[in-house]
């Protein structure tokens, strides 16, 4: 049994929810989702609550159910008040830069540059060596902040690469350290 399934959710103001077949569609302020609701899955509107309910007490509807109601709560937040996931570029000549707002070009200590299409839903900022990324679907913010940071992941000797704002990287001791020692 999920207890997270169990939670209605809270509609805020200015957020709609329309319910239809097997679809539910989030819109508010700042846009609009859509969501595919799984076999097994009833979702129902009760006043200012969204409530998630199981039809079978199987273990995958069990699963389903609670993450259904996840992300319809991350869509209500998504198209109320946006995500933002912040990247950090450490190294010595690593710079980032956008090209015609859709595509951001990394100089990250490879012999050419990288570039990566950003997609529609996501806005893409750079603040020196900060790559703010947001938008309203959460899923797809991780996955493009996750598809930069895969292009140079920190090293562990000096650090350098692309991280998480506020990720901590567990560094190695080096050659000369370990047989000094």
Known sequence: MSRIG?????IPEGVGI????????VNG????LFQEIPEGILV???NDKVVVLSEKKSKKN??????IRVLIQNQIIGVNSGFEKKLEIRGIGYRASLK???ILDLEVGFSHHVEI???SQIS???DKNIINISGIDKQKIGEFAAKIRKIKPPEPYKGKGIRYLGEFVKKKAGKKVVTMG
């Open 124 to 126: 893409l900022s750079i």
């Open 18 to 25: 329309k319910i239809e077949d097997k679809k539910i569609v």
């Open 117 to 119: 299409k950003i997609p």
């Open 6 to 10: 169990k939670k209605p959710i809270l």
């Open 44 to 46: 129902r509107k009760e």
């Open 29 to 32: 302020p700042k846009g609009e």
């Open 62 to 67: 069990s699963a389903l159910w609670g993450l």
């Open 100 to 102: 015609d707002e859709s």
